[in-house]
C-alpha cells in the first residue's frame, strides 16, 4: 500500500512540474496546452466563417460552459484522476500478473517502434480507435454507464468546445479498456502519443462544430459534423434505442457493423434525450448527476 500512495503522491507532483511546463514555455511543438488552444481558435474561426446553422450564435446556449470543462478535463481531471490512477493501474497491474509468473510485456505481440513510423502510427491509431468505437457503445447501452454520457449527450446547441463537455468517468472507462489493448502493441513514444492526440482532438473539434461538411468520399472513413449530429439526435430511429453513429475520429466502423444513420439533413434536429429538460444546466450538479438522482428512463 506504502508504494501505491508514494506513487500517487509522485504522479501528482510529477504532473504539476509538466503542467508548469506546458503553459510557461513553448518550445517544444508537443505542447498540449497551447496545442489545444490552437486547435479550438482555428476550428472556431471556421465555424464562424463558414456557419450551418446561420441563426446559431456565435457563444451559442452553454458555450461558457462547454469551454470551462474543456480546460477542466483536460488539465484539472488528468491532475486529480487520471495521471495517479493510470500509474497506479499499471503497477497494480504489473503486481498481479507478478504472482502468476507474468509481466506486462507478455502480452506484447508487436512493437510499433520496430515498424516504419507512418506503419507503427497507423496500426496504434486503428488499434485505439476500433477501442474507444465499442467502448462509446458500452456508454450507450450500460445504464450505470449512460448516466455519467448524458453530461455529453446534454448539449442542445452544438459548437466545437462541445467535444470536451463530458463527465469525469469516462475517460477512466476509456482509459481503463484500452490498457490492454495499447499493452499488446507496445513500444509507442511520446511523440506517437502526441501525433495522435492532435489528430484526434482536431477531428473531434470539427466533429461538434456549426460546420455542414461531410469530406465528400472520406466521409466514409472520417467522422464528420454532418454525420455525428446525428449521434446527439434527441429522436432515436425505431430500428435501435442506444442510438446511431458512435465513431469517434473515424466513421468507418460505423459503416462497417452497420450502426451508421443519416436519414437527411440534420442541421435542424433537436439535440439532447429524453427528459433532458430535467438535466442540471450547472457543472457542478451535472458531475453529481449519476450518483445524486433517481433515474427513470435509463435504457
Known sequence: ???????????????????????FSITHWDNYFYGLILISLAVWILEIAFPWREEQSIFRKDFWLDTFYMFFNFFLLNLIVLIALSN???EFFNDILGLVGLSLSSFQLIAINELPKALGLFIFFI?????????????????????????????K??????HLRYHW??????????????????????????????????IGH???????????????????????????A????????????YGITLSLW???????????NGRDIELGFSDDDIFPKDFVNQELYPLKFKHKDEK
Open 157 to 162: 446547441e452544438m459548437g466545437f468546445a462541445a
Open 206 to 232: 470539427l466533429n461538434h462544430a456549426n460546420l455542414g461538411w461531410d469530406y465528400g468520399k472520406l466521409k466514409y472513413i472520417f467522422n464528420n459534423p454532418k454525420m455525428h449530429i446525428w449521434h446527439h
Open 88 to 90: 497506479t493501474v499499471a
Open 169 to 202: 468517468m469516462e475517460p477512466v472507462v476509456y482509459k481503463s479498456l484500452l490498457y490492454i489493448p495499447l499493452a499488446i502493441i507496445g513500444g509507442f513514444d511520446a511523440l506517437d502519443v502526441a501525433i495522435i492526440h492532435f489528430f484526434n482532438i482536431t
Open 127 to 155: 488499434v485505439a480507435d476500433f477501442v474507444q468505437w465499442n467502448t462509446h457503445r458500452l456508454l450507450h447501452r450500460v445504464p450505470f454507464l449512460w448516466n455519467f454520457h448524458k453530461v455529453h449527450h446534454s448539449v
Open 254 to 264: 460505423d459503416y462497417l457493423f452497420k450502426t451508421d444513420y443519416i436519414p437527411e
Open 1 to 23: 500500500m506504502e508504494k501505491y500512495l508514494e506513487l500517487i503522491q509522485n504522479s501528482y507532483s510529477g504532473y504539476w512540474n509538466y503542467l508548469k511546463t506546458e503553459m
Open 234 to 245: 434527441k429522436e432515436l430511429p425505431k430500428h435501435t434505442k442506444y442510438g446511431v453513429n
